[in-house]
């Protein structure tokens, strides 16, 4: 079982940074594969990056290429969301999600794949 925690959203002005934050519980988080996905009102939760267990591998959806870096310290059950040059249409709520795998090289781009999901940090892009 894993817990997770986010932390680190707020209301920011278009153009301003945040950095998200997922604490996980236990002792085994090096076994997953973590992700970053976002849900506006009314909209559909999407994907929006993901990385492997060993941090080779990391994925985005186009969108947010070149303003968010995912990245995560195992020695800390962390995994890092950075956002630069944030625009009004990244308002949502954030979740992290995290699949238990065997392989350290896999990352995962879709919901269905992940095995625990945290409670959401809300982020607000004013324009």
């Known amino acids: 079982q894993v817990q997770l925690v986010e932390s680190g959203g707020g209301l920011v002005q278009a153009g301003g940074s945040l950095r998200l934050s997922c604490a996980a519980s236990?002792?085994?988080?090096?076994?997953?594969?973590m992700g970053w996905f976002r849900q506006a009102p009314g909209k559909e939760r999407e994907f929006v990056a993901a990385?492997?267990?060993?941090?080779?591998?990391?994925y985005y959806r186009d969108s947010v290429k070149g303003r968010f870096t995912i990245s995560r310290d195992n020695a800390n059950n962390t995994v890092y969301l950075r956002m630069n040059n944030l625009k009004p249409e990244d308002t949502a709520v954030y979740y992290c999600?995290?699949?238990?795998?065997?392989?350290?090289?896999?990352?995962?781009?879709?919901?269905?794949?992940?095995?625990?999901w945290g409670q959401g940090t809300q982020v607000t892009v004013s324009s």
């Open positions: 236990g002792r085994t988080f090096s076994t997953y594969a």
């Open positions: 999600a995290a699949k238990f795998t065997t392989y350290s090289i896999s990352y995962y781009s879709t919901g269905q794949a992940y095995d625990y």
């Open positions: 990385i492997s267990r060993s941090s080779s591998n990391t």
